[in-house]
């Protein structure tokens, strides 16, 4: 196994999906959490190749993109499926998650606090809803104890991180119940949670 | 090999980089071109996985989501690596590329035409000209004929077809010139356009 290191901020968000890859798959990791200051000294001075973390060195060489790093971690911990299609289905899971963060985008720049909140009430009422019921009934559709069928896979782990953020409170005008009525996508993040080694790590983290 | 079905608009947008892939690899499919109301219809019986297009249907089977589809083609047609690293550097270049997208989400959805002309033109002259010569660097430093060693991949046709785009001149406030100064990029759509099969397909498109 190559020598692994992630590096991000002392924060789930992007990075924790792939930290549970490599944990799941038994994968050794430095698991380097920098502060704001190394962040900006380490940005000037162009030491990544997007200015941006997560990235991960392996052997020395660097990835960058949070997505592209969690798909890389997934072939190597076994949790990224080699059929095409099977991979496919993962792989449109992850993007319609990725989706909710792009409709966030403009409330996110609005600087006008009132706007900003009229267009998180419109994203809560009807725009989240509807691409979280579609993903509710792919996940119906294609899981099994999982996202896609009965084994554990990147998707799992990208859509357990991101009901954690929306239930965590942190986004102005989204209720933290958000993804709840969704039972399909509450069964795979309650199927992640209790996974031993996934349980193990929070416990210790 | 299975039956293949793109469905999109008549437009390039988000569905050509696909086509381009599976015309490159010699993989036959059926190129569905839907009008506006056909659109409409199909979107409100539910048809599609996320209620977007383009899908793609592969003996019966429908795959959603533009990227998921790109990886899935570009393992059928060979255009994906199969080692990881490699597929790696593929996906941190089309994850880069989606950020330029994800950069004009606020702009776009900006009522007031002042106001999105301001920001546009903060991404115009500020934004984008980082992302771009970040990502000029990265196919500077892994690439070689192609964006990734001397092999075309589906991050050259993802990367051809935002170059198509923005210079199109049709989005507003973004300078048709804005991919021209990165001389890697350039190398890169330059070595798409000549592609013996992708010069084949545009003549005849």
Redesign the interface.
């Known amino acids: 196994m190559p020598s692994i290191k992630v590096t991000y901020f002392n924060i789930k968000a992007r990075a924790e999906p792939i930290r549970l890859a490599l944990t799941i798959g038994g994968i050794a990791f430095e698991d380097e959490r920098i502060g704001k200051e190394q962040f900006v000294s380490l940005k000037e001075q162009n030491a990544w ?3 941006q973390l997560p990235i991960l060195t ?1 052997d020395g ?1 660097i ?7 969690l ?2 971690v997934g ?2 911990s076994g949790l990224y499926p080699s059929d ?2 099977q ?3 993962v ?2 899971i ?3 998650v990725q ?1 909710l963060e ?1 409709a966030m ?2 409330s ?3 600087q006008d606090q009132e706007k900003k909140l009229k267009m998180r009430s419109e994203l809560a009422s009807n725009v989240f809803p ?2 979280l019921q ?2 509710d ?2 996940i119906q559709q294609h899981g099994g104890k999982y996202a896609v069928g009965d084994s554990i896979s990147i998707a799992d782990l990208f859509l357990y991180q991101a009901n954690t953020s929306y239930s965590s409170g942190a986004y102005d005008g989204i209720p933290p119940t958000l993804f709840q009525p969704y039972v399909h996508i509450q069964k795979v993040v309650a199927a992640v949670k209790t996974h031993p080694k996934v349980a193990a790590w929070e416990a210790s983290h």
């Open positions: 190749p997007f200015r392996v060489k990835i960058a993109q949070s997505t592209a790093i798909r890389y072939k190597l095409p299609y991979a496919a289905l792989d449109m992850i993007s319609q989706d792009g985008k403009p996110g720049a609005e509807s691409m579609d993903l009934r792919v």
